[in-house]
Nanobody
Framework: QVQLAESGGGSVQAGGSLRLSCAVS????????VGWFRQTPGKEREGVAV????????YYADSVKGRFTISQDSAKNTVYLQMNSLTPEDTAMYYCAADLDAGNWCMDRPPRISFFGYWGQGTQVTVSS
């Protein structure tokens, strides 16, 4: 059973930065697909950034390209989402998700949200103008 725990959300003014963290526990597979997703009330959950620990390209939503960066610290089993130049449109609940990357589904674009079997509880990001 994989457990994910997000942290780092909060309130920030437009133009500011936040770094979200996702601690991934009990995952021993070599290739894991990890992603950050976000959702606002009344809207579908959307992929923000996705990558595979086994390698390959990283996905970024068009709306965050050049501003957000997903990265990992393997020693700490932690995945980060660095968010810069935040705008009020980035306000959402952010979720970390992961699952075994078998069959290269992690490289599908747009990200296959339904393939992610493990989700964190979410962390709120609020950007004020």
């Amino acid at each position: 059973q994989v457990q994910l725990a997000e942290s780092g959300g909060g309130s920030v003014q437009a133009g500011g930065s936040l770094r979200l963290s996702c601690a991934v526990s009990r995952y021993t597979y070599r290739s894991v697909c990890v992603g950050w997703f976000r959702q606002t009330p009344g809207k579908e959950r959307e992929g923000v950034a996705v990558f595979s620990t086994g390698g390959g390209s990283t996905y970024y939503a068009d709306s965050v390209k050049g501003r957000f960066t997903i990265s990992q610290d393997s020693a700490k089993n932690t995945v980060y989402l660095q968010m810069n130049s935040l705008t009020p449109e980035d306000t959402a609940m952010y979720y970390c998700a992961a699952d075994l990357d078998a069959g290269n589904w992690c490289m599908d674009r747009p990200p296959r949200i339904s393939f992610f079997g493990y989700w964190g509880q979410g962390t709120q990001v609020t950007v004020s103008s």
